[in-house]
């Protein structure tokens, strides 16, 4: 087993880089917080790794920009996304504002505001990978299939080509052009 990352400043960059162990340390060091907290204030264990795997996301993502800066410890950070996420997971349930019991200290004197425009961009994103698969699905064949060929199996014109068929890869760039400008269409569309 490696040795642990001794700062968070090497936690947070062995992340960025996504490196397991910086993960299953990050795990190992607030997990328990996160799901405590979680599970006294009406959340199941499966609530906790749920919101907790949605918090690192945020965390993994916003590592990754060089501009970040943490201005608290990971462990704090990653309490205020779960608990703001959890607060919106209620507030979608019951539609009302609820009020949560803090007990640990561990939260920035502004309430965790400051880590509110780091769950929203996320939840946006979030809103708008579904929007993207839906648009996906009624886009229809070859265009489907060549498009997640190319974006999401990061293969090659050259072997998109020989695939589907296309005598040369210029050919199956041009195809991937017209298949983007409908799934664009259908995508915007979706959002009027």
Not at 1 to 23: C, I, K
Not at 29 to 44: A, D, E, F, M, R
Not at 74 to 85: V, W
Not at 90 to 102: G, M, T
């Amino acid at each position: 087993m490696q040795s642990p990352l001794n700062t968070e400043q090497q936690l947070l960059a062995a992340l960025a880089d996504g490196q397991r162990v910086a993960t299953e340390q990050i795990y190992r060091q607030n997990y328990h917080i996160v799901s405590g907290w979680l599970i006294k204030n009406g959340g199941s264990s499966t609530d906790a790794a749920d919101l907790f795997q949605e918090a690192m996301v945020v965390l993994f993502g916003k590592a990754q920009e060089e501009d970040f800066r943490l201005t608290c410890s990971i462990g704090t950070y990653l309490f205020a996304i779960s608990k703001h996420l959890w607060y919106k997971k209620l507030q979608r349930q019951s539609r009302e504002p609820v009020a949560l019991h803090d007990n640990t200290g561990d939260e920035d004197e502004d309430g965790g505001l400051a880590y509110e425009d780091d769950v929203n961009a996320h939840t946006e994103r979030e809103t708008h990978y579904e929007q993207l698969d839906a648009a996906l699905e009624q886009i229809g064949e070859p265009c489907r299939s060549l498009l997640k060929a190319y974006y999401h199996k990061d293969k090659s014109m050259q072997e998109i080509a020989a695939e589907f068929g296309y005598t040369n890869p210029d050919n199956a760039k041009t195809q991937k052009y017209k298949c983007l400008a409908r799934l664009r269409k259908i995508f915007y569309a979706g959002l009027e």
